[in-house]
């Protein structure tokens, strides 16, 4: 070795305990920590690191350590542009107990490509360092246990949204009949009217928490367990149990106080462009619609509202008599189709594809909108690639609906 190779040797051996010289094409080693060769350890390092394992490796690290030493793993690294590799692991004491290693793995990125040399570097930790890794074998553990209660959380919330948001909808759709055909109690129209707008705010409530929850996965997702363990440990190792364990939000009051704000703000634009919406202003006799619905109520609620603003209503709860009853009735028989995404036999996205794919003059101009448990954002290209307009989630806003109904059957029929 030239004399800055020896020097670079001086200073490894000053750090580590042993340093390892591993030719990969022959699959041997050589300790390099015995500059007189005397004492050199030699042999073959897959069957060193076979009895390493064995006899000395904690059960829990063994895998990774036996995987740290692969050959076929260490050049495809070097293929990718990855010249180091590091890993802790712990080792037998002899007391019973164990002691943690740090281990770092060196390809040279050039030098003679005959013979991949391939330099393994081993360091006892300190007990100060011992406990640092210790800390942090906790913190891994940690995060598993979260990622796990975390999908668990969006499971359930997603459940829950699923189920509640049917009858939230019957109630709301209850409501609005109520308040639309008592027309001298006013106290009982603003009562009703609050009904309907608490519902809106449970179904604003439930979309919210599933988002939340997914925005939670994501964020501890972004973090490979060694990658999240390192920052935690930098960050809060100095904190109680308590703090160390909770994953909560890095938004400052700040922050959060001025998204809130301009939540609200959005929010309230939306409401009040739902407030200029009047059903009144909506007049659809002599229009014909077909609703599938997957509840009697459902569909008794709808047709109630349609009826209300004279359109004429075939409820059928069957999706699959639902798209014979639209192949067997003459072209304009109907002049939208509401599909809940819930039917029964053939669900929503289904009929509306059936009615796209059936032969009739109007399967590509008739309006197709859905109704969905699920938030219209979730959705997503199942819309577009099954034909459906306009999708809503429950509970219905009838004012909006009725606004694009309106203006769909303008487009496809002329309505004014």
């Known amino acids: 070795m030239n004399s800055r190779e020896d020097l670079l040797m001086q200073i490894w051996r000053d750090y580590y305990d042993e340093i390892l010289d591993v030719s ?33 490796v904690h059960p829990d690290d063994r895998v990774v350590f036996t995987r740290f030493f692969d050959a076929k793993s260490i050049l495809e690294d070097k293929k990718n542009g990855i010249f180091v590799k590091k890993l802790n692991f712990r080792m037998h004491r002899g007391d019973g107990k ?37 800390y942090r074998k906790l913190l891994s553990v940690s995060l598993m246990h979260e990622k796990e209660i975390s999908s668990q959380r969006k499971e359930l919330f997603e459940k829950f949204a699923f189920e509640m948001k049917s009858p939230l909808n019957d109630i709301a759709g209850l409501a609005d009949i109520a308040r639309n055909t008592v027309s001298d109690e006013e106290k009982t129209k603003d009562r009703l009217k609050l009904i309907t707008d608490k519902t809106i705010e449970i179904k604003k409530l439930l979309d919210s928490m599933i988002e939340e929850s997914e925005k939670k996965n994501e964020e501890i997702a972004h973090y490979d367990d060694e990658s999240y363990v390192e920052m935690v ?22 922050d959060i106080s001025h998204r ?38 459902s569909g008794e609620i709808m047709q109630e509202m349609l009826n209300g603003r004279g359109a004429e209503v075939k409820v059928i709860s069957d999706g699959k008599a ?90 496809a029929f002329g309505l004014r």
């Open 322 to 411: 639902a798209v014979a009853d639209f192949i067997k009735n003459p072209a304009g028989t109907y002049n939208l189709a509401l599909v809940d995404i819930g039917s029964p036999e053939l669900d929503g996205y289904s009929v509306a594809h059936c009615i796209r794919l059936s032969c009739k003059d109007d399967a590509s101009t008739i309006p197709v909108f859905a109704i969905s448990n699920k938030s219209a954002s979730q959705s997503g290209s199942m819309l577009k690639e099954n034909g459906i307009d306009e999708i809503f989630s429950k509970p219905v806003e009838y004012g909006m609906l009725f606004l694009k109904m309106h203006e769909a059957m303008a487009r």
């Open 98 to 134: 164990y002691f943690w290693v740090k281990v770092k793995g060196i390809m040279p990125s050039e030098g003679n490509e005959e013979e991949k040399k391939y330099f393994v570097c081993f360091r006892i930790l300190d007990n100060a360092s011992d406990e640092d890794m210790s």
């Open 233 to 254: 440990a930098k960050t809060k190792k100095n904190m109680s149990n308590e703090e160390v364990f909770s994953f909560g939000n890095s938004e400052n009051d700040e």
């Open 260 to 297: 809130s704000e301009e939540q609200t703000a959005g929010a309230d634009a939306r409401d009040n462009e739902r407030a200029a919406i009047s059903l009144e202003d909506f007049d659809f006799t002599g229009k014909n619609v077909l609703v599938v619905s997957d509840s009697e109520l």
């Open 24 to 56: 990969l094409d022959r699959g041997t080693f050589e300790s390099l920590m015995d500059p007189s060769g005397i004492n050199t350890r030699k042999g073959f390092i897959e069957l060193e690191i076979m009895l390493t394992a064995q006899k000395l």
